[in-house]
């Protein structure tokens, strides 16, 4: 029970300095959100449910804070990779060096996983804006949906063909 009161003080302490990361990054905001969550679900869950609780719980923890701390457009894929990360991380951190190896485990894996899967992310949108503008063959994609704003005419403007006048 000492060493929770411990881990609690540490999370409050580190949260309190993280505070100053408001307007960092968004990577550094995800992987301090998404390890806080982590180890603070890994805390809870050793105590509802034992070493089972402590995964599940670091998973559920670790995506809840990469999703509160995510961009709106990144938040699915920052919640998964945090999710599978902190529990991957807890798991190998508790066979490696018991329960406090569970929990820094599950906050270093979190955070990996996090900043992962918004960049996942991020890249997967940049490819499908991208892969609209052309068509299969590599060419410009010519829809009038994209070009409709050159072949209308408001009559403020000299065309070339204006009222049957040449220039």
Do not use: F, P, W
């Not at 719980?57 to 938040?75: C, I, N, T, Y």
């Not at 499908?128 to 590599?138: E, F, L, Q, T």
């Amino acid at each position: 029970m000492k060493i929770n009161k411990i881990l609690l003080s540490t999370v409050l302490a580190s949260s309190a300095l993280m505070m100053g990361t408001a307007h960092a990054d968004n990577n550094t905001r995800v992987a301090v959100g998404s390890a806080l969550g982590g180890v603070v679900g890994a805390a809870i869950g050793q105590q509802m449910g034992g070493s089972t609780g402590a995964l599940i719980g670091s998973a559920l923890g670790g995506a809840g804070g990469a999703a509160v701390s995510a961009d709106k457009r990144d938040r699915n894929g920052a919640a998964i990779g945090a999710a599978l990360g902190s529990a991957g991380g807890y798991s190998v951190g508790k066979n490696m060096a018991g329960s406090n190896g569970g929990y820094i485990g599950a906050a270093l894996g979190g955070g990996a996983g996090a900043v992962l899967g918004t960049k996942v992310s991020e890249d997967r949108r940049y490819d499908d804006r991208y892969d609209r503008r052309y068509d299969s063959r590599g060419y410009r994609y010519n829809d009038y949906r994209y070009n409709d704003r050159y072949r209308s005419d408001n009559g403020l403007h000299l065309g070339h063909y204006k009222n049957g006048k040449r220039r």
